[in-house]
């Protein structure tokens, strides 16, 4: 079933009644994580199991059981998905559920509740090091598919953990850096994503370790109970982020956060029973904290009981065949001057050129690590499954030693891009967030060199977020974006790269010409500004070209989108509907995305913004009607003197195309109708 608000409500008097009968110790145990200092923050035997906390077996009160994410469940030997920016890349919710279901069924198969997989920071700048537990750089995109997470995963009972709540985009100073916003800037584009996934029924929310406006958000009583819990009316818990996501017992508990994890630090019985004797917080809050913590574990647990989650669920061939079915809908051709896809019988001896051809590249190596029972390399693919296919591997370093190898190489298939140790979380020496965004140097001339030999040379570039290609683009004939793409991403790229799967996944970011393009920090900074126009929002706001917008990816067939009009306004929404035709002789797909522009608005707005999408999967030859909804309250801005937002009366125009630019060839104008007095 879902696991709804609604439905968690239902239990308030049972969860009042279970804590009137709780001692304070009882109270104060729920209210922290169970492990010690020994469970290490990432990597390693981070998570191999699920941290514990809580729970009064005395009353009937379950633990929570705490298994990390978000490119599966952290626990056990699972199925290792695409990360999260890859399935970004789907622009398909409805796909990102299914990955919702199934990891919801390994953590309960694993003994696990919880989830806290569900990431919805925007990055502000696309070097951010976890951007790759993202979807994307937009909003609207990441709400949408956050939403579908969360909806999936408690479909399985499993407690859907939204994070890191909020302005968490960088990694190497993440502990101390304290971020300020504007409250546009704060409501539209930061904690937009957050509401979203709130209404459509999260249950938990981890705080961040940084600061805003001063405060640590594991004692923000602006963030937690002024936002979260009031004007959201969130019914759920707070938990802290590990270890350092605490900063002290009375501001934390005061503000909000109702379980230090992933062990008690600032939670301990001593500590919490001094603060109240000194007043500086209250029983009630004590109370408040245990009945938010009981009903939601009493509403999951009865939901699911009489379930069956068997071990033999994990890494099960569904899932496996699920992970790899998302690999391919998720990479990404942003380049084909007709080279892909390749031909056995013409392309059959190949140069496979780059270390990451041979590297089990899933993503970071933090707290997001899966430990998956295998993980398929490109060439482990192209040798298990294309035996007809003849490749000499060459490593990144001896690409000049083999240059006669690549130049007589029917096709040259060349992996570059980042790995753990460039980007993800910041942990000693690894990790963390990228100053340059483009590949490293000696992979540029290791393009550069195999473009000059080989006019058949195709680039698999792999990262977590927006990498250049400005520099070498136009030194190659193909160019695929294949992010970090799971156990079966190898098994997905050399069926796309000879033509056994029509790729049709589509940019999660703007891919821009300079670094300079996007917003500036310092990523080691005490102090930083997010502003409010990052992306593709602030390259058309600036004017500034890009290599490739956002939204954009080819195929392997040929689309059209026809009969594009206005099929319904009212008060509260505008419904257009476009024909998606495949034009082609192959089955492929299509991603018609809306966006709007605002006319005579009374404050700044984005050229254009994206407010929906569908993916349509389309047979050769076949059309299909899509419907794309643009809602008023999604239009509105937020006003930070009548501290609400503002639905303007003001007309606007509608874009529908392949991609944003695409869609700004054409405007359709609409404007809501007159809303009745209330």
């Given amino acids: 079933m879902e696991n709804t608000k609604e439905y968690r409500l239902s239990f308030t008097e049972k969860a009042k009644e279970i804590v009137s009968r709780m001692t304070l110790a009882e109270k104060i145990e729920l209210m922290a994580g169970d492990e010690t200092p020994r469970s290490s923050m990432g990597g390693g035997d981070y998570n191999v199991r699920p941290y514990t906390a809580g729970g009064c077996a005395r009353l009937g009160v379950p633990q929570m059981k705490f298994c990390d994410g978000p490119r599966g469940c952290v626990s056990g030997r699972a199925t290792c998905f695409p990360v999260t920016m890859a399935r970004g890349a789907t622009f398909d919710p409805e796909l990102e559920e299914r990955v919702g279901r199934a990891i919801g069924k390994e953590i309960r198969a694993v003994g696990g509740n919880f989830y806290g997989g569900v990431c919805l920071n925007v990055p502000y700048n696309p070097g951010a090091g976890r951007s790759q537990e993202v979807y994307g750089e937009d909003p609207h995109h990441i709400a949408k598919m956050g939403c579908a997470l969360v909806r999936g995963v408690q479909r399985e009972n499993v407690i859907a953990c939204i994070k890191h709540f909020a302005f968490n985009s960088m990694e190497n100073a993440r502990f101390y850096v304290n971020v300020t916003a504007d409250k546009r800037a704060e409501r539209e584009i930061f904690l937009y994503q957050f509401r979203k996934c709130v209404e459509a029924g999260a249950a938990a929310v981890m705080s961040a370790y940084n600061r805003y406006q001063g405060h640590f958000c594991g004692s923000s009583r602006y963030l937690l109970r002024d936002v979260l819990k009031g004007e959201w009316d969130f019914d759920g818990f707070v938990i802290s982020d590990f270890f350092f996501g605490t900063h002290s017992t009375a501001k934390c508990i005061d503000a909000g956060l109702d379980i230090e994890m992933h062990m008690r630090k600032y939670y301990q019985p001593a500590l919490i029973r001094a603060a109240l004797r000194r007043g500086l917080i209250t029983e009630a809050q004590i109370d408040e904290a245990a009945l938010r913590i009981v009903r939601t574990l009493l509403a999951f647990d009865a939901a699911g009981d009489g379930d069956e989650y068997d071990e033999a669920l994990i890494a099960c061939d569904a899932h496996v065949a699920l992970a790899r079915e998302v690999a391919e809908k998720s990479v990404t051709l942003i380049k084909n001057d007709g080279l892909l896809p390749l031909d056995v019988k013409t392309h059959r001896r190949i140069a496979l050129v780059g270390d990451l051809c041979d590297t089990e590249n899933i993503g970071d190596h933090g707290s997001s690590m899966v430990r998956p029972p295998y993980v398929v390399t490109l060439r482990q693919a192209i040798e298990r499954n294309y035996p007809e296919v003849?490749?000499?591997?060459?490593?990144?370093?001896?690409?000049?030693?083999?240059?006669?190898?690549?130049?007589?190489?029917?096709?040259?298939?060349?992996?570059?891009?980042?790995?753990?140790?460039?980007?993800?979380?910041?942990?000693?020496?690894?990790?963390?967030?990228?100053?340059?965004?483009?590949?490293h140097k000696e992979e540029a001339e290791m393009i550069r060199l195999a473009g000059s030999l080989n006019p058949n040379t195709a680039v698999i570039v792999t990262g977590g977020n927006m990498i250049r290609v400005h520099e070498w683009q136009d030194d190659v004939a193909a160019i695929l974006m294949a992010y970090y793409p799971?156990?079966?991403?190898?098994?997905?790229?050399?069926?796309?790269?000879?033509?056994?799967?029509?790729?049709?996944?589509?940019?999660?970011?703007?891919?821009?010409?300079?670094?300079?393009?996007?917003?500036?920090?310092?990523?080691?900074?005490?102090?930083?500004?997010?502003?409010?126009?990052?992306?593709?929002?602030?390259?058309?706001?600036?004017?500034?070209?890009?290599?490739?917008?956002?939204?954009?990816?080819?195929?392997?067939?040929?689309?059209?989108?026809?009969?594009?009009?206005?099929?319904?306004?009212?008060?509260?929404?505008?419904?257009?509907?476009?024909?998606?035709?495949?034009?082609?002789?192959?089955?492929?797909?299509?991603?018609?995305?809306?966006?709007?522009?605002?006319?005579?608005?009374?404050?700044?707005r984005p050229v254009r913004m994206l407010v929906d999408f569908r993916r349509v999967y389309l047979a050769a030859g076949e059309s299909k009607t899509v419907r794309l909804t643009a809602r008023r309250d999604d239009l509105a801005y937020y006003d930070a003197q009548k501290a609400c937002f503002v639905r303007e009366d003001i007309d606007f125009d509608a874009y529908i195309g392949t991609d944003e630019r695409a869609a700004a060839q054409t405007a359709i104008p609409f404007r809501f109708a007159p809303e009745r007095a209330k």
């Fill in 390 to 439: 003849k490749f000499d591997y060459i490593p990144t370093k001896k690409a000049k030693l083999f240059a006669s190898v690549i130049k007589n190489a029917d096709a040259v298939i060349l992996m570059c891009g980042c790995a753990h140790g460039d980007e993800g979380e910041y942990i000693f020496t690894i990790g963390g967030d990228r100053k340059d965004l483009g590949v």
């Fill in 486 to 604: 799971g156990m079966e991403g190898g098994s997905a790229l050399a069926d796309i790269l000879y033509g056994k799967v029509n790729p049709g996944g589509k940019l999660p970011f703007v891919i821009g010409q300079r670094d300079a393009d996007f917003p500036q920090l310092n990523w080691h900074a005490p102090h930083a500004r997010y502003g409010y126009y990052h992306g593709y929002r602030k390259l058309d706001k600036e004017g500034v070209a890009c290599d490739y917008p956002f939204g954009f990816g080819l195929s392997y067939t040929r689309t059209a989108l026809t009969d594009v009009r206005l099929e319904s306004c009212d008060a509260e929404k505008a419904v257009f509907a476009v024909t998606v035709t495949n034009l082609g002789a192959r089955d492929g797909s299509e991603t018609p995305q809306l966006y709007v522009g605002f006319r005579g608005s009374a404050v700044d």
